[in-house]
């Protein structure tokens, strides 16, 4: 029975022995892919900074208030208002890399050739959104009959349908039956 426990250890020992190498080695590469990805991120933000000095404003910061004649409606909203769904084309075009590369009305003001409508929904519905907390979002941005058309083409143009439509929202019935 000793050397039957003896036998068993040394396979254990040498199963373990086995394991914790293979461990080391998915650590390394783990690393490995680490390292690269941090470098790869440097680069892009190499890239973006290198497109911000030459399409945009370097000094552009979050408090900074924004003008957008969208088909002829001043919106004015913060600049941190209007990017905070990171990762969509609304945060890229108002982030400030792209300042001197979007369309300007005679007063200097971004001009968007969109329907106002719908675009006033959304801005007041991210500026909802950067005053509402997780727990009690906002409503989606909402426009006349008429208009939601537009707005769902506006949501997809400036890539935040996606973003929206994953936010969880409230029964807005709580208590069996509708007001209005």
Do not use: C
């Amino acid at each position: 029975k000793m050397e039957e426990l003896s036998t068993v250890k040394q396979h254990l020992k040498a199963t373990l022995d086995h394991h914790e190498q293979a461990l080391k080695e998915q650590v390394a590469k783990l690393e490995d892919n680490e390292n690269s990805l941090k470098e790869r991120l440097k680069e892009l933000n190499g890239k973006k900074l290198e497109a911000t000095q030459s399409n945009g404003d370097v000094d552009a910061a979050n408090d900074d208030l924004i003008e957008v004649n969208a088909g002829g409606k001043i919106i004015a909203a913060r600049r941190s208002t209007l990017t905070q769904l990171k990762g969509t084309r609304m945060e890229a075009l108002f982030s400030g890399r792209w300042d001197k590369k979007l369309q300007r009305d005679s007063n200097g003001r971004i001009f968007f050739d969109v329907n106002p409508v719908g675009f006033r929904a959304i801005v007041d519905y991210l500026n909802e959104m950067s005053v509402s907390s997780e727990d009690d979002p906002p409503i989606l941005p909402e426009v006349d009959d008429e208009y939601k058309h537009i707005l769902r083409h506006q949501l997809d143009l400036f890539g935040i349908s996606d973003k929206i439509l994953t936010v969880e929202m409230p029964e807005s019935n709580l208590l069996g039956f509708t007001i209005g």
